[in-house]
């Protein structure tokens, strides 16, 4: 059973020095018990405690790493990310079968593709490679292609014990996983993960199979465990992540406290594509990855690589998981769109990511080169950073002279957002010998703007 925050407070130093962030040790072990702060926060902790509150600092639903690029699932702390915000995002990784006359394509497809959104380039993060035949050759000739040619960890899934372990052996120290790690394999399978540096996927036909086999690793010192439910519906997936992520972080139920590994394109076998039925299996299967990152998946497995599904998921993914309570946003500066001289056009706007990014982008669609002036604005949207005392003429007015903005430009104009344009006054009040002009509310605006207003 969990310590409660009083039998927590008994082990702390009791100084109330506040360095942890909290006004009192009683109020940073309240905060240990709700799992929404660690122990290295207080630097004043005795070894004793470190060993007694080792267990209970440790996140309900474990970190596992995965690869070498800091990609890792689990870590999670609450059923709902307005409590706080999940921490690892839901890892995509494409499957490919060994006998794929067109797999080495698909791997340099793979490799090769970026999405750039609010300033975050978004990847595939593994490759789940897939036994298909009895030929161990073409099997262990997949792994090494995918190996090769994208660098990525892998989701390594073989029905013959020895194609698997020699698979492991072949991704040594890329923090793979294995999957397919049932009973009956259980043993040799770990061995392996052991010696290489993996991860196990272990699969049971229901929750107490689950929880029994992951109790048999963890009590026999392997830890490092994602799980691969057996279900065969949206519905059932949906139920079963939710079921064991609940007994996890509501129950303490650590046989149930890791991430998850799901195959959207089964259930129970892949189905063929044709021509006819491609649409609606692409369908189905993004049906069900949304899903998986809407409801607690580790790691979602695509069936095949497309480009378009893929951009619908990271696009849904990032919105998951950004933290509710820390709104994205870029850096403060001043920052050069196209190729602008001294005598470009200044615009302003606020930090927010996609508020900086939709601005930015529809000058570039105008055809002109500008500057864009990015204040400190906590993150806030152009209305929201207004109404909070962050986006006023005196504040940008400031950062304008502290970014050295009048150095950069002969140009003595600056253009603001419509939507607050009670502001100029003050701007052109706190910036001396600058001519303010109102520009449209709306971003989609601007390209009619420049050209109405700016280059008529």
């Known amino acids: 059973m969990a310590m409660s925050g009083l039998q927590i407070q008994k082990l702390l130093p009791k100084t109330n020095c506040k360095e942890c962030g909290s006004n009192t040790c009683l109020a940073f072990a309240m905060k240990l018990a709700a799992k929404k702060a660690s122990l290295s926060e207080c630097p004043y902790a005795s070894d004793e405690a470190k060993v007694a509150l080792a267990l209970e600092s440790e996140p309900p639903v474990r970190r596992v790493p995965i690869g070498s690029g800091g990609d890792a699932v ?25 006998c794929d006359l067109e797999a080495e394509d698909v791997l340099a497809a793979i490799r090769d593709y970026r999405l ?4 975050e380039v978004l990847t595939v993060s593994a490759v789940a490679v897939s036994q298909s035949c009895e030929d161990e050759g073409c099997f262990l000739g997949l792994v090494k292609k995918a190996l090769d040619i994208t660098g990525l960890p892998l ?27 049932n009973e009956g394999n259980a043993d040799e399978l770990r061995a392996a993960a052991e010696e290489f540096g993996h991860a196990l996927a272990v699969t049971a036909p229901d929750m107490d199979g689950m929880a029994e086999l ?21 519905a059932e997936a949906f139920q079963t992540n939710s079921i064991a992520r ?74 998951i998981f950004t933290d509710p309570q820390k709104p994205i946003q870029v850096e403060p500066k001043v920052y050069a769109i196209g190729e ?14 996609l508020t900086y990014f939709l601005v930015s982008g529809e000058i570039e669609n105008s055809g002109i080169s500008a500057w864009l002036v990015i204040p400190e604005c906590e993150g806030m949207s152009v209305l929201t950073a207004w109404a909070a005392g962050k986006f006023s003429g005196g ?25 607050v344009a009670q502001i100029s006054g003050e701007l052109e009040e706190s910036l001396p010998g600058w001519k303010v002009m109102v520009g449209p509310q709306e971003a989609g605006d601007i390209e009619g703007y420049v050209k109405a207003v700016l280059t008529k």
């Open 246 to 319: 609940r007994a996890a972080i509501a129950h303490h139920a650590k046989e149930l406290g890791y991430a998850t590994l799901r195959y959207v394109g089964r259930p129970p076998l892949k189905e063929p594509r044709t021509a006819e039925n491609e649409l609606d299996i692409l369908m189905r299967d993004t049906a069900r990855a949304i899903v998986e990152v809407n409801k607690y998946g580790g790691i979602c497995v695509l069936p095949c690589f497309d480009p378009a599904q893929l951009v619908t998921l990271m696009a849904l993914r990032l919105n």
């Open 74 to 98: 689990g870590e999670e702390t609450v059923l709902y990310r307005h409590e706080k915000t999940f921490v690892n995002k839901t890892l995509f990784a494409v499957e490919i079968c060994c």
């Open 214 to 234: 992951t109790s048999r690793l963890r009590d026999g010192g392997f830890n490092d465990i994602v799980m691969s439910f057996q279900t065969h519906s949206m």
């Open 155 to 181: 989701i390594i899934h073989a029905w013959d014990l020895s194609f698997a372990k020699k698979a492991a052996e072949l991704a040594k120290g890329t923090r793979s996983v294995i999957a397919h790690v």
């Open 395 to 419: 504040s940008i007015a400031k950062f304008a002279k502290e970014s050295g903005l009048e150095d950069m430009v002969d140009t003595r104009s600056i253009i603001i957002p419509g939507y």
């Open 340 to 353: 602008p001289g001294r005598d470009s056009p200044v615009f302003v706007t606020t930090n927010f990511s």
């Open 116 to 119: 750039e959104r609010v300033g």
